[in-house]
């Protein structure tokens, strides 16, 4: 194998999935790129994502329940490390940025959770059908007030919102179309609506967690009359409505530019779009033919950027996301893999660098690319990243410390940082950045094995040193 392949092949893992560990990477390898491209994209037909979800339940009561915010990121984060479906987690953690849905308003992270579940069922598949789930789904009714939304009296939060940030984007649509729109999805609400809007006794949170929302459809509260929409006449309902959004192109143009700004490169942020053209015009084009051609169909088109030149040749062109760095932190150290108390300090992290999971900042979702970064965030990724490598007795730092045992008892400092580099991405950092590490590790001479005398063991000298590559630039990028 060479060394381009293997850093291909870590590329596809780390956007479709959280990254992989060595042996993880070499086993892909093993199979070739295509045949792992088209077993990320078909989850269903992998084990279970993990092996024993009743151990969660067993070991963290709180996440039988999920009556608490930590407690649900705290199982979503769980469920991120130890999947062995990674594309269909990475699916779900890109909709839960487009169809931004918060705890804030909710106060019931446990819908929330359920609509994160519904992702996982439907990511890959038409985004018809998952607009479809979306405007049905509880927490998304809640979030946007469709409940509050009647034949009389239309609420229009919902239907400009589908059109703005889920669908189609600013400029491609009127407010005539907002309205008309939002008539149709009319009758589209969650069962006893009254009940979750007065948050009366029967909906409180304790002492058994707040009660589940189930959607519901009231013919009598739908306006069946006569629309016109996007240039279309007809008594359109919801579905009809959604119908007419997935044959625009403006929709094709829009979900490409998403999916390129998640998976490939950063983007201008979703306000600009109207204005900003995309740094790739030739692959947003290419991802829209691709959604066209195959009547939107988010799994071929999926299959069409993982194979492309544009995606191959975009490597580290992403900052990582909180939950990205969390996550594929936790992996390469090891550990987490049985529910501990610690999960819950895990699950905490991606707020205190800026992504809340389950409690986006707006509709809008949160700013990607370089905005994940200031001085406080900055500081808060390199401070966990450090700590999760502190410990010499992780699996997955005892399994890089082998991995440079195995090439030889005595090594020099350059020959030690180039094979952590490589078992940390592969990663490639600038020249002055490799120089420091280098000299950093010469202050204590070569890394010998074999004698430890006054010094400190090589193994904690490989420690120190993952903790400084962790800090550098190059590992906050994807």
């Known amino acids: 194998m060479s060394q381009s392949d293997m850093a291909l092949m870590a590329h596809l893992l780390r956007r479709a999935g959280f990254g992989a560990r060595r042996d993880e990477l070499e086993r892909y390898l093993a199979q070739g790129y295509e045949a792992t491209v088209e077993e990320l994209l078909h989850p269903e037909q992998a084990p279970a994502a993990l092996d024993d979800e009743d151990l969660i ?93 009647h034949k009389e009296a239309i609420n229009e939060n919902y239907g400009r919102e589908l059109l703005e940030l889920f669908s189609m984007g600013v400029g491609n649509y009127t407010e005539n179309d907002v309205r008309q729109c939002s008539r149709a999805f009319t009758g589209w609400t969650i069962r006893d609506a009254s009940l979750h809007t007065a948050r009366v006794a029967r909906d409180s949170v304790w002492p058994y967690g707040r009660l589940d929302w189930q959607f519901e ?50 983007e201008p942020q979703v306000p600009a779009w109207q204005t900003v053209p995309p740094h790739d015009p030739e692959a947003i084009q290419t991802l829209m033919d691709a959604f066209i051609a195959h009547e939107y169909d988010i799994r071929a088109v999926m299959r069409v950027l993982f194979n492309a030149d544009f995606f191959k040749n975009a490597q ?50 949160w700013h990607t690319g370089s905005e994940w970064i200031n001085s406080a965030t900055l500081m808060s990724r390199v401070n966990f990243a450090s700590r ?62 074999e004698t430890n005398g006054d010094s400190v063991s090589a193994a904690e000298r490989i420690r120190e040193l993952l903790q400084l590559v962790v800090a550098t630039r190059e590992y906050q990028l994807a």
């Not at 998403?258 to 490939?264: A, M, P, S």
């Not at 550990?335 to 707006?362: K, N």
């Open 388 to 449: 999760q490598l502190a410990d010499v007795n992780k699996p997955g730092v005892r399994a890089i410390i082998q991995r440079v045992r195995a090439q030889g008892t005595r090594l020099a400092p350059g020959s030690v940082v180039d094979i952590c580099l490589d078992v940390m991405g592969p990663l490639t950092v600038e020249a002055r950045t490799r120089q420091q590490l280098v000299d950093h590790l010469a202050a204590a001479g070569d890394v010998d094995f």
């Open 217 to 266: 459809y009231r013919d009598d509260d739908h306006d069946a009359a006569e629309k016109a929409f996007l240039g279309h006449a007809g008594p359109f309902n919801g579905v009809e409505i959604i119908d007419i959004i997935c044959r625009q192109p403006a929709t094709a143009r829009f979900i490409a530019r998403h999916l390129y700004n998640f998976f490939v490169a950063d």
């Open 316 to 365: 580290f062109a992403k900052v990582k996301s909180p939950a990205e760095m969390v996550v594929g932190t936790a992996r390469l150290a090891g550990g987490h893999h049985f529910p501990d108390v610690d999960d819950i300090t895990l699950a905490l992290e991606t707020g205190y660098m800026g992504q809340q999971l389950l409690d986006p900042p707006s509709v809008e979702g």
């Open 57 to 149: 339940r067993r070991y963290h009561v709180d996440e039988n329940s999920l009556m608490l915010i930590d407690s649900c990121q705290t199982y979503w984060l769980y469920r991120m490390i130890n999947t062995r479906r990674p594309l269909e987690e990475k699916m779900a953690l890109f909709w839960h940025g487009v169809f931004a849905t918060g705890y804030t308003k909710l106060n019931h992270p446990k819908q929330i959770l359920g609509q994160i579940a519904m992702f996982r069922r439907y990511g890959l598949g038409s985004f018809h059908t998952l607009l479809v789930e979306v405007s049905k789904d509880p927490a998304m009714i809640f979030w946007l007030d469709n409940k509050d939304s």
